[in-house]
T-cell receptor, first 113, second 111 residues
Framework: SQTIHQWPATLVQPVGSPLSLECTVE??????LYWYRQAAGRGLQLLFY??????ISSEVPQNLSASRPQDRQFILSSKKLLLSDSGFYLC????????????FGSGTQLSVL | TQLLEQSPQFLSIQEGENLTVYCNSS?????LQWYRQEPGEGPVLLVT?????EVKKLKRLTFQFGDARKDSSLHITAAQPGDTGLYLC???????????FGDGTTLTVKP
């Protein structure tokens, strides 16, 4: 069966520090991978998605970047964090002919202070 | 940009009551998904609806896709405290290959 791992679960970082969040998927090959951000109790905003190694699409201009160095690894990064980068970050992979079914990791709560 | 509006934003009811939450858009989707999320966790997929007018049942939950595939509803019968959570709808267009999420309905079921 497929599983998705995302870490760390909680992160507190000072403004201006770098960021690296990692996500890995097991049990499937060539998945679509996604990074979402969620404000407290609200919907999900798509940040990046990837259909293959080295292929990254950015949805919104921002202070973040993403990379996919391996088929089942997706990394979210920043060189210098801003206060506005605080939020709940979710990694997901997609299944289905139209990639409509999303399966999420357990999320990372990022607080930038 | 395709937008999904969910209503109500917050809903607090007593155990045993019935409820319906709505997901509306002016855009047509090839499919629509409902997810449930608990605090500090990722959303979990409940159902996918594809055909206009489609109705799917999952125990006490009934999901309906509008005839025009622009809207959907989730009805819960005899709600239980375990139903508490954030309910999110998401629409997908095949060409885009991406999901657009609504802002969710936060449901609290009091024992």
């Amino acid at each position: 069966s497929q599983t998705i791992h995302q870490w760390p679960a909680t992160l507190v970082q000072p403004v201006g520090s770098p960021l690296s969040l990692e996500c890995t998927v097991e049990g499937t090959s060539n998945p679509n991978l996604y990074w979402y951000r969620q404000a407290a109790g609200r919907g999900l905003q798509l940040l990046f998605y990837s259909v293959g190694i080295g292929q990254i699409s950015s949805e919104v201009p921002q202070n973040l970047s993403a990379s996919r160095p391996q088929d089942r690894q997706f990394i979210l990064s920043s060189k210098k964090l801003l206060l506005s980068d605080s939020g709940f970050y979710l990694c997901a992979w997609a299944l289905g002919t139209s990639r409509e079914k999303l399966f999420f990791g357990s999320g990372t709560q990022l607080s930038v202070l | 940009t395709q937008l999904l509006e969910q209503s109500p934003q917050f809903l607090s009811i007593q155990e045993g009551e019935n409820l319906t939450v709505y997901c509306n858009s002016s855009s047509v989707f090839s499919s629509l998904q409902w997810y449930r999320q608990e605090p500090g966790e990722g959303p979990v997929l409940l159902v996918t609806v594809v055909t206009g007018g489609e109705v799917k049942k999952l125990k006490r939950l009934t999901f309906q896709f509008g005839d025009a595939r622009k809207d959907s509803s989730l009805h819960i019968t005899a709600a239980q405290p375990g139903d508490t959570g954030l309910y999110l709808c998401a629409g997908v267009n095949t060409n885009a290959g991406k999901s657009t999420f609504g802002d969710g309905t936060t449901l609290t079921v009091k024992p």
